[in-house]
């Protein structure tokens, strides 16, 4: 099983087995640090390229949830959270964003597209809701919000699965959402996500 997260900060479940996990990034030569929640101070892995094993990283943070945090002088932070150590192959590829860049348009285009989820939504329109929460996505990944819709729509659903794995996505980019970590206990995953590891979401090519 192989499973890619394209500078996406977020929650992924792995399954027993063998396992590594593989970290590029634009530019390379990114800090690649490993702490667990209650741990003020992290551990250094290594540079970008790198591969480690899950096993290894099972060992170090004693089978905790993990958290990797991609950094570089002159690039806002990206933070990886990995609740579930086990078996599979995890691709993190990171295009880090310069401090500094303005993104405003591509965020007030996000915003658009995601009143128009939440009207369809309420509408009990799911289809069209998810499409305008992918285009939300395409124009801004940073917001959390749209995340949290994908995954009340997936409740909606049914789709415990697919909605846990939204709302991971949710709080990787906004820890201290309460809401969130209440939907995920009704979904019977974990919130353990560091109230102080806020996340970004994937840059632009």
């Given at each position: 099983m192989q499973r890619r997260l394209?500078?996406?900060c977020f929650a992924l479940p792995l399954f027993a087995g063998c396992a590594s996990v593989s970290i590029t990034s634009k530019p390379p030569g990114v800090d690649v640090i490993m702490s667990v929640p209650g741990q003020e101070?992290?551990?250094?892995?290594?540079?970008?390229?790198?591969q480690q094993e899950m096993a290894e990283l099972s060992k170090l943070s004693n089978k905790s949830t993990i958290v990797l945090t991609?950094?570089?002088?002159?690039?806002?932070?990206?933070?990886?959270?990995?609740?579930?150590?086990?078996?599979?192959?995890l691709e993190i590829e990171a295009n880090m964003l310069p401090i500094g860049s303005d993104d405003s348009a591509d965020i007030n285009t996000a915003v658009r597209f995601l009143l128009e989820a939440e009207r369809q939504i309420i509408d009990?329109?799911?289809?069209?809701?998810?499409?305008s929460l992918e285009k939300s996505r395409a124009a801004n990944?940073?917001?959390?919000?749209?995340?949290?819709?994908?995954?009340?729509?997936?409740?909606?659903?049914?789709?415990?699965e697919k909605a846990r794995e939204a709302f991971y996505k949710a709080l990787a980019l906004d820890p201290s959402d309460t809401e969130v970590r209440a939907l995920l206990a009704e979904?019977?995953?974990?919130?353990?996500?560091?109230?102080?590891?806020?996340g970004k979401a994937r840059g632009k090519k």
């Open positions: 394209s500078a996406l101070n992290g551990k250094l892995l290594g540079k970008t390229p790198l991609l950094k570089r002088a002159g690039y806002r932070n990206q933070n990886f959270v990995i609740p579930n150590l086990g078996g599979g192959k009990k329109n799911f289809k069209e809701a998810l499409k990944p940073n917001i959390a919000a749209a995340y949290t819709f994908e995954g009340t729509v997936y409740m909606l659903q049914n789709q415990t979904t019977g995953a974990s919130a353990d996500v560091p109230a102080g590891g806020k």
